[in-house]
């Protein structure tokens, strides 16, 4: 981990004018810029994503400010005018009248029109948002205590992601200097095993907990679920660019509640059936060998006179999930 990381390239801060950089993404929003999930120093807008949810968030929220930019310059242009242009220095009488029937209505007419431009997309989207129909894949999110565990869905590939070593050593070491923790470069958001997922393809996720209430989170997709025990809640993303994202757990669910990152390399879809088949072949047993009595934890035979004489706490195949 950590030589192949993308993120942040695009987004350097400016040394010279730190909030110019911010400006600069901000007016050039429409541009396709990416964004990690890493912030970055002086940003002033939100990120624009990395996921079909994500940049239709990013493109709700730049209507609605684009809308409020015109209103503040509406209302506050009409103010300062009617202050100056209109003041008692000038020997302006005020008009006397208290009721106006045709202003009352356009200031109602406006903004229900206005909430209404602003609602329709907004509605398109969130119902999209959780459309998780005809996806290509499943991934299974399980939160345990502390960590994430991901079942590929039909692929009898599981994987247990943990904080790194170097992270959890740091973070418990008494003599930590700063000069670690920033030659690290992803301290406390970094993973042993990050999730692998293909780009441009729809993915359902199916997310659930095995003790508390967890939540799975990685900013630059543009969702949050929670991981609640015994309940299976869905999301789905389609992720757009290759890259690794980072995100942690959202939901406080003990004391190491800050130390259950969650790592995404999103890769090719070619470069996803190589990782999976790959991962496949190593969760295969190897072949049996004839005569050869077998892996010690093989599941009995149906109608094997053996299975009587052991124990009835022998260890069974690990429980999917
Ligand atoms: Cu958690």
């Known amino acids: ?109 406006v903004p229900i029109v206005i909430l209404v431009l602003m609602a329709v997309p907004a509605t398109r989207k969130l119902i999209a948002l959780y459309d998780t129909r005809e996806a290509a894949m499943t991934v299974k999110v399980t939160g345990v205590q502390w960590m994430w565990k991901y079942e590929y869905m039909g692929e009898d590939v599981t994987l247990t992601s943990r904080l790194d070593r170097e992270s959890d050593r740091l973070r418990q070491s008494r003599g930590t200097t700063r000069a670690e923790l920033d030659a690290h470069g992803h301290y406390l958001l970094d993973v042993d095993t990050p999730l692998v997922l293909p780009t441009d393809t729809k993915i359902r996720f199916v997310v659930t907990a095995d003790d508390v209430i967890h939540s799975w989170w990685v900013p630059a997709f543009g969702w949050k679920q929670d991981a609640i025990p015994g309940l299976i809640n869905e999301a789905w993303t389609e992720i ?82």
């Open 1 to 109: 981990m950590g030589s192949d990381v993308k993120q942040g390239a695009r987004f350097k801060p400016l040394t010279a004018a730190p909030w110019a950089g911010g400006v600069l993404s901000l007016l050039t929003s429409t541009q396709a810029l990416a964004q990690s999930a890493d912030p970055h120093r002086w940003q002033l807008n939100m990120g624009r994503g990395v996921t079909t949810s994500a940049q239709h968030a990013y493109d709700a929220h730049m209507l609605a400010l684009w809308i409020c930019v015109a209103i503040g310059a509406v209302v506050f242009g009409a103010m300062a005018v009617a202050m100056f242009r209109f003041r008692k220095s000038r020997g302006v009488t005020p008009a006397q009248f208290s009721h106006n029937t045709t202003a009352e209505i356009v200031w109602t007419v």
């Open 240 to 321: 757009l660019e290759p890259g690794v994202y980072r995100g942690q757990c959202a939901e406080l669910c003990g004391k190491d509640h800050a130390f259950m990152p969650i790592v995404v390399r999103a890769v090719p879809p070619a470069e996803f059936d190589a990782w999976l088949a790959e991962q496949k072949a190593r969760d295969v047993p190897a072949i049996p060998v004839p005569g050869d009595p077998g892996p010690a934890d093989a599941p009995p035979t149906p109608g094997d006179a053996d299975t009587t004489t052991q124990a009835p706490s022998a260890p069974a195949a690990p429980a999917a999930g």
